[in-house]
C-alpha cells in the first residue's frame, strides 16, 4: 500500500507518481462468479449471431458476434454466455457487453486454449489482441498502415498510474523477451523505450534505445515523447501510426512475451487503484471482473455521488456503474469523495488566459472554448487549431470559470469524425 495524497494534484507543476523502488506482489483479486466483456462490434438484430445466451465458452476461446466480423474478445475463463445486450459509452457509441457466467471448477482445473500461433503479425493479431495491456497488434497487422519504429511505454502517460513503471521494474527481462518477439513476427527494426528519469534500472538495457522521460505532465504522452525524442512533430489531426510511429505499454509487450512462450493467452490486469483517501493499491484482476470486485477488496465504498474514474485524473473517464469491468488498457482507477471532486460550471470564460499560458500546443483555448461550448466544431477545427491539440486536459484544470474545456474538446473531436464519416 502506498500512501500519496490526491490533493498534491494543486501542485501548480504536475508530478508524475514513483512506485515504490522494490515493489510489493500486487494483491491478487479471485475471479468472481461473473466477467464482463466488451466486444468493439454493435448488435445487429436483423443477422443471427455466432454465439448465444446459454452457450458454453472455453477459458482463452474466442467470441466474435458475426462470422465477417473483425473484432472479437477472448474469454478468460470456462463458462457459460448468461447475457448478451447493448452498450453505450460516453458519446453513444454503441458495442456490445457479454456476461460470462464462470464455471469455477473447470476454470481451475482445465489449463487455457493453446493457440497455433506462428511467427508472422497476422497470426498474433488473430489471437493476441485482448492481452493485458491491449498490444496495438490490429495497427501493426494493417497493411495499409506503415510502421518503422515501435516506442514502449515504461513511462505511465497519466497521473497517479505507477502500472507501467511496476512493469519495468518487475519484468525488464519480459520487455527485452517481447522485443525479440516482436522483431520475429514485424518488419519494424527500431525499438525505442521510455524510461522516467528518477527511476533506477538494475541492468543495462541494451535492447532498445533509451529515452528518459521528465517527471513532469505532459512528459509521457505520445505526441511530448515524439517531440523532446524523436524529434518529430504531430501535425494537426494526424496520430504517430501516421507518421510510422507506435505507442505500445510495457505490459503489453510482456504479455506478448508470455503467450509465445507459452502458446496461450495471460487474462491478468495489473492495474493502480486509488482510495478515497489518496491511498494507492497495486492490484491483479481477470480482464472483465467488474471494477465493485476490487473495491470491496480494499473496503472502498462508492456512495451515490461520488466519482468512480477509469483512466487518470487528467485523462481517464468516469463511469456511472461500478459494474463497470477491468479491460485490456485499464491501467488506473480512482474514487473520488463526492466532497472532493472540483466543481464544473456554465460559467462564461473570463479571459484570465491560464489555459492558453499552459497549453503545450500553443492553442488559443479561451477562444477555442467559445465555438466549441456553441457547437461551431468546424469553425474551431479550420480557425483555431482544434486538430492539434493533445488532449492533456490542462486547460482543464487550470481554467478559473470550471468550464470542462477537455470535454468539450473531445465532443468537439468527435462531432468532427462523424461529420467526416457521414461525408
Ligand atoms: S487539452 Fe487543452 S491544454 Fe492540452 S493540448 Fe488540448 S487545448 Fe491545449
Ligand atoms: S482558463 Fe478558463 S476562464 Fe481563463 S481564459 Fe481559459 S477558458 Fe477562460
Redesign the pocket.
Known amino acids: 500500500m502506498i500512501k500519496r495524497s490526491f490533493f498534491a494534484l494543486t501542485r501548480p507543476r504536475l508530478g508524475y507518481d514513483t512506485p515504490e523502488p522494490d515493489p510489493k506482489e500486487p494483491k491478487a483479486i479471485p475471479v468472481p462468479s461473473n466477467l464482463i466483456l466488451l466486444l468493439h462490434d454493435p448488435l445487429d438484430d436483423a443477422r443471427e449471431t455466432l454465439i448465444k445466451k446459454g452457450d458454453k465458452v472455453e477459458k482463452g476461446g474466442k467470441l466474435r458476434l458475426y462470422k465477417d466480423s473483425k473484432e472479437y474478445t477472448v474469454s478468460p475463463v470456462a463458462g457459460a454466455i448468461k447475457v448478451i445486450d447493448t452498450y453505450s459509452d460516453d458519446f453513444g457509441n454503441t458495442s456490445t457487453y457479454l456476461v460470462i457466467n464462470t464455471d469455477q471448477g473447470l476454470t481451475a482445473g482445465t489449463g487455457d486454449m493453446k493457440y497455433d500461433l506462428k511467427d508472422t503479425i497476422a497470426s498474433a493479431d488473430e489471437y493476441l489482441r485482448t492481452l493485458p495491456g491491449a498490444p496495438p497488434l490490429k495497427t501493426l497487422a494493417d497493411p495499409d498502415i506503415k510502421i518503422d519504429t515501435i516506442v514502449i511505454t515504461c513511462a505511465d502517460p497519466d497521473l497517479l498510474s505507477t502500472t507501467q513503471q511496476y512493469m519495468a521494474l518487475k519484468f525488464m527481462d519480459g520487455i527485452k523477451e517481447g522485443i525479440g518477439v516482436l522483431k520475429r513476427i514485424t518488419s519494424v527494426r527500431k525499438f525505442c523505450i521510455t524510461i522516467p528519469e528518477n527511476m533506477n534500472v538494475k541492468d543495462e538495457i541494451d535492447f532498445a534505445q533509451v529515452f528518459r522521460t521528465s517527471m513532469i505532465y505532459?512528459a509521457n504522452l505520445p505526441p511530448m515523447i515524439l517531440k523532446e525524442h524523436l524529434n518529430m512533430i504531430l501535425p494537426a489531426g494526424k496520430t504517430p501510426e501516421d507518421m510510422g510511429i507506435c505507442f505500445m505499454s510495457a505490459e503489453a509487450v510482456v504479455s506478448l512475451a508470455q503467450a509465445y512462450k507459452t502458446k496461450t493467452a495471460c487474462h491478468e490486469k495489473v492495474l493502480t487503484v486509488i482510495g478515497k483517501q489518496g491511498t494507492s493499491y497495486r492490484v491483479t484482476a481477470s480482464i472483465g471482473t467488474p471494477l465493485r470486485r476490487i473495491l470491496n477488496a480494499f473496503s472502498i465504498h462508492v456512495n451515490d455521488h461520488d466519482r468512480l474514474v477509469i483512466g487518470g485524473p487528467m485523462k481517464g473517464f468516469s463511469t456511472y456503474t461500478v459494474h463497470h469491468p477491468v479491460q485490456p488498457d485499464t491501467d488506473t482507477v480512482i474514487v473520488q469523495d463526492r466532497d472532493n471532486i472540483p466543481e464544473l460550471s456554465d460559467n462564461p470564460c473570463v479571459n484570465c488566459g491560464k489555459?492558453v499560458r499552459?497549453?503545450?500546443?500553443h492553442?488559443p483555448?479561451n477562444i477555442?472554448v467559445r465555438y466549441l461550448e456553441a457547437g461551431l466544431y468546424e469553425d474551431a477545427m479550420d480557425k483555431y487549431d482544434l486538430l492539434?491539440?493533445?488532449?492533456?486536459?490542462?486547460?482543464?484544470y487550470v481554467c478559473t470559470a470550471r468550464i470542462p474545456?477537455?470535454q468539450y474538446?473531445r465532443l468537439g473531436k468527435h462531432e468532427l469524425l462523424k461529420l467526416n464519416a457521414d461525408a
Open positions: 505532459p489555459c499552459v497549453c503545450p500546443a492553442i483555448v477555442l492539434s491539440c493533445i488532449e492533456c486536459g490542462l486547460c482543464a474545456i477537455y474538446i
